[in-house]
């Protein structure tokens, strides 16, 4: 049942450009927090005497705690009003950042990621919705485009300037640096971000929120355990039945309660759906490539942290520059074609991974970044912005959610299955089962070029969905003018 109606409150579009600060703030720095420790990891394994496997956890636990929480907290958002639940989460993660700079153990770090992610999931989850009701529509495209911009810059900018800070300072600024504009962006959100009052009359769907907690904590954490168990032991099975069952639990209670956690209703948009899949697709893409090609210039090329950094910037450099671009041109012409278009450079991208050997020079890692960042600019923009105009104003919290989920679940499916893939492909290539990374290099860039392959196939298939839904869009699009001229 939907809640009672109310008059639509009139926006102050004049403050659209201080929301856009204010909320930028937020989605960066959540955003690069989720991939800055990946080239840290090693040092943070020395620095506090503990497991490469232990350390991993840092990474993974910030991932899964944002995956889980941030459907509840759109909820929550669309309930008791976006502005200060965001801002309150702008402080927690603040807050958390300078906890995990001065964690002592392994421990401590991960329990500080876990409470630093606490408020990116509060950020992540209201951050775009914010933005949609701050823009009139004819400018959802650009605005949505500079938040994603944000997003994506943040992912690939992250391995880059970890790798600085490692290279010259200590692993414990990767967290502290995060604190001026940390405390900056909570003023700004609190003095900025519109204060506009939800409607009245909502219910907590408490039964769904625990559901899906439970269901994709479980899910991913199987993701996560098969890096080093194999998706075929008896551990990872189980605990995906537990995840798909879970989730299946979380679908039947939906379909039940008057007021969802989730609008089921929202997925008979087939053309919001192939949005939402897509998405998931190219953040799977990107994440695992942003975690191996960094180990391919390092263990393979022989690179430096620093080294590394330069060579994969022209990606995020070029992603920021095309994701306001594309989205100002989807405000014009739609944004099923423009995303049509990031999509075919991407496949092109990770096609270029077969240039990938041991005999290359580093700069040929340029030519797979390049076209990587600059499809990923070309098609977030557009795509967050069709899903945010499919979805009524009283729903845009659990919109941006449900975009907050395709992210961070593709990061973190794409890190666990490609890198398993790498693996296995690595053991079958130097004809032994053992550590991969102690294999061959030959071996290790042969298996790099095969995961290349599988990246550049399931982009395609994004690219064939989304070719249907132009298609789907134009005969929807046709269905009125047939009608009218039959009348």
Excluded: C
């Excluded at 943040?154 to 800070?165: A, E, K, M, Y």
């Excluded at 994440?287 to 060579?311: C, D, M, N, T």
């Excluded at 053992?434 to 599988?454: F, H, S, T």
Aim: charged letters at 10%; zero cysteines; hydrophobic letters at 55%.
């Amino acid at each position: 049942m939907a809640a009672p109606d109310r008059p639509t409150p009139a926006v102050d579009y004049s403050r659209k450009w201080l929301v856009m600060t204010a909320v930028g703030l937020g989605i960066f720095l959540g955003t690069i927090d989720s991939s800055i420790v990946n080239v840290a990891l090693p040092t943070l394994a020395t620095d506090l005497a503990t497991s490469f496997a232990a350390v991993q956890w840092v990474l993974i636990a910030y991932l899964l705690t944002m995956a889980t929480l941030i459907l509840g907290v759109g909820r929550l958002g669309d309930m008791l009003g976006k502005k200060r639940i965001y801002t309150a989460g702008f402080a927690v993660f603040t807050t958390g950042s300078l906890l995990a700079g001065l964690a002592p153990t392994i421990a401590w770090l991960i329990g500080f990621r876990v409470f630093q992610a606490v408020g990116a999931a509060m950020i992540f989850a209201l951050g775009m919705a914010i933005i949609t009701q701050s823009f009139p529509p004819s400018e959802r495209g650009r605005a949505l485009g500079i938040s994603g911009a944000l997003v994506s810059v943040g992912i690939v900018t992250g391995p880059s300037l970890g790798g600085f800070i490692v290279q010259h300072w200590s692993w414990r600024w990767i967290f502290i640096v995060n604190l001026p504009i940390g405390i900056l962006g909570t003023l700004a959100a609190n003095r900025f971000v519109p204060d506009i009052p939800p409607p009245g009359g909502q219910r907590f769907d408490f039964k769904g929120a625990l559901t899906f907690f439970l269901g994709l904590l479980v899910l991913m954490l199987s993701l996560s355990v098969a890096q080093t168990r194999g998706f075929g032991s008896g551990i990872v099975l189980s605990l995906l039945t537990i995840g798909i069952g879970a989730l299946a639990a979380f679908v039947a209670i939906e379909r039940r309660v008057n007021q969802p956690m989730l609008d089921l209703t929202l997925f008979s948009s087939r053309l919001l759906t192939i949005n939402l899949v897509t998405g998931w697709i190219t953040f799977f893409a990107i994440s695992g490539l942003f975690i191996l090609i960094p180990f391919y210039l390092e263990k393979v090329l022989g690179a430096s942290a620093e080294q590394v950094g330069l060579l994969v910037a022209p990606a995020p450099i070029l992603l920021g520059l095309a994701a306001p671009a594309s989205g100002s041109i989807s405000d014009r012409i739609g944004p099923r074609r423009v995303l049509v278009v990031g999509l075919a450079v991407l496949v092109g991208g990770y096609s270029m991974m077969q240039l990938l050997a041991v005999d290359r020079p580093m700069w040929i890692v340029i030519l797979v970044m390049a076209p990587a960042g600059l499809g990923m600019g070309i098609f977030q923009s557009p795509n967050n912005s069709a899903v945010m105009g499919a979805v009524p104003r009283e729903r845009l919290g659990v919109a941006s959610a449900m975009l907050g989920i395709t992210r961070n679940t593709g990061q973190l499916s794409g890190i666990a299955v490609l890198g398993a893939i790498w693996a296995m492909r690595v053991n079958a290539h130097a004809g032994f089962i053992g550590d991969a990374e102690k294999a061959p290099i030959a071996a290790q860039a042969a298996a790099l070029r095969d995961v290349g392959w599988v990246v550049a196939g399931l982009i395609a298939i994004a690219l064939a969905l989304s070719f249907w839904g132009v298609a789907e869009e134009r005969r929807a699009q046709s269905r009125p003018s047939r009608s009218a001229s039959i009348e």
